[in-house]
């Protein structure tokens, strides 16, 4: 689970005390973007099965086809709307207002959603794309403002603690939100979503004065300071065109990745809903409760450790910021708990399908850190070959889910497979998004030149965009594929493409090698 980077105009970072070697501005962005993606991917988890739901269970009662419709064109507009969004900031609010704005029209959108009408749902639906396309680009934006000359070596430590901010975001929203709207009420899960957006939001506003002028609207002094960067740029124009090339071949290629990965939140969060056997009793639902609880509790330990390092570093000053955080972390754990707590009540547990959501987060926090080891010490092959090992990780994870859904019955509504393919689905997946999506953001940083640094991103994230919505399109055949020929054939399709284009574009690395003029 990635978060879209924009160019950052250069701002002299405020003094100050840090954390764990980071600004402790950092971390107020930390939690402002944690808020951020649990509200989003707690809502992600819950918006298909809501929809297919029957009415008789408070949802929708749509079909399959529908509702991935629907979550495909929701999240092309997602994806699309941070190009407007950083435009915005450039141009007319800064980066720190748009983050400011952005969550609150967020948070107004969740609560549309609570409120569970046919109107306030689309409203909702819009809100947040607006609001998400203000926030996104722009709070990633702030991040790399942190950094200048006296502290540029914190920088790559510092996007990785924002990358786990975003995971731990994911990973709550979709267990709490997931859990509370699929076992007691739909609503409630969407509405769980906006009062943490609202506490983020919040926590921001209250935390403004600990970022001095970094985010504000750019003023004469640092677009001088930009354009002076631009002009000492003197790469020749033919390797500047070649690196672009580069980048418009990297980004062609995510298509072919997030099509296949962003089934997630739709084809195989339906194959978990309908075809996965996630009752569990006995020693097997013994370990389970066991292995969910250290799951949840060792994560939530170290965000409140992180909680208090912040209320340390900024003191007093910013009583009401670090209490809007504190009063979100005792929802948090007042949630886990009971959670927990009723789980092991039970004699037989029921696996909520959008928990297996919350694996690619999981795995991404435990192999992060291997895979950044190994890139460094191990094997650190160029680009293209690691762009197209993740394709073929990928296309891997869907050949485990078609050999496992080998048995169901050609048109079945409903099997029995084993939660172990879907697990094992959900670590080859993130195994390969390891090696795509931050090499892939990396490398554009690293091959477009200064002035095209904003376009190229836009570029990266259009391609998303465009995947999403291939994505939902490729998903809503799930009935239809199985029907005439069968679920395995269905997940078979996400293997085969996947793989073909990493292959394909492993075969071009001599070309792509040629192309980047020495970046690797």
Not at 29 to 45: K, N, V
Not at 151 to 160: F, H, L, P, S
Request: aromatic share 14%; charged share 10%.
């Amino acid at each position: 689970m990635t978060t879209p980077t924009s160019v950052a105009h250069p701002a002299t970072p405020p003094a100050g005390a840090t954390i764990l070697g980071q600004p402790n501005q950092l971390f107020v962005l930390f939690f402002t973007e944690m808020w951020e993606r649990f509200s989003y991917y707690g809502m992600r988890a819950l918006l298909v099965l809501f929809l297919i739901a029957e009415a008789s269970k408070g949802g929708w009662g749509w079909t399959r086809e529908q509702a991935l419709d629907l979550y495909g064109w929701y999240t092309l507009f997602v994806y699309l709307t941070p190009i407007l969004g950083g435009y915005v900031a450039d141009r007319i609010l800064g980066t720190r207002r748009s983050v400011l704005l952005g969550g609150f029209i967020i948070a107004a959108g969740h609560i549309a959603l609570f409120l569970e009408t046919v109107p306030s749902f689309y409203a909702g639906l819009a809100l947040i794309v607006l609001g998400t396309g203000l926030f996104k680009p722009n709070i990633s934006a702030i991040v790399g403002q942190l950094y200048g000359k006296d502290n540029e070596g914190a920088r790559d430590g510092g996007y990785t603690l924002f990358y786990m901010g975003v995971n731990a975001g994911a990973f709550f929203g979709i267990s709490l939100c997931g859990y509370i709207g699929e076992k007691i009420s739909w609503n409630l899960g969407f509405g769980l979503a906006g009062i943490f957006m609202i506490l983020g939001a919040l926590q921001f506003w209250l935390s403004q004065g600990l970022f001095g002028k970094i985010g504000d609207k750019v003023d004469a002094e640092s677009a001088a300071r930009l354009a002076a960067a631009e002009a000492q740029d003197d790469t020749p124009k033919h390797v500047v065109a070649d690196r672009l090339k580069a980048i418009f071949v990297f980004s062609f290629f995510t298509i072919f990745f997030w099509f296949a990965f962003e089934q997630a939140g739709g084809s195989m969060t339906i194959f978990a809903a309908d075809y996965t056997d996630r009752t569990l009793s006995g020693s097997a639902g013994l370990i389970f409760k066991v292995i969910n609880t250290a799951m949840t509790l060792v994560p939530a330990a170290i965000l409140t450790w992180l909680l208090f390092k912040l209320y340390r570093a900024t003191g007093g000053k910013y009583a009401l910021a670090n209490a809007s955080l504190a009063l979100a972390f005792a929802i948090i754990w007042g949630l886990c708990l009971w959670m927990l707590g009723r789980e092991f009540a039970m004699d037989q547990s029921e696996v909520p399908a959008t928990w297996f959501g919350v694996l690619n987060s999981f795995f991404i926090v435990v192999l992060a850190p291997m895979f950044s080891k190994m890139w460094e010490d191990k094997w650190n092959p160029s680009g293209p070959v690691k762009f197209g090992t993740g394709l073929v990780l990928l296309g891997l994870g869907f050949a485990v889910l078609s050999y496992g859904s080998a048995g169901i019955p050609q048109g079945a509504k409903t099997a029995q497979v084993s939660m172990m393919f879907l697990t094992l689905a959900y670590l080859f997946h993130t195994m390969g998004e390891l090696c795509l999506s931050p090499v892939g953001l990396s490398y554009i940083s690293k091959l477009a030149p200064a002035r095209l640094l904003g376009l190229m991103f836009g570029v990266w994230f259009l391609n998303s965009a465009i995947a999403n919505k291939i994505a939902g399109s490729t998903g809503a055949y799930i009935d239809h594929i199985s029907s005439t020929y069968s679920m395995s054939a269905f997940f078979l399709i996400f293997t085969i493409i996947p793989i073909g284009a990493g292959v394909v574009l492993m075969a071009m690395t001599p070309l792509m090698k040629k192309w980047m003029h020495g970046v690797h």
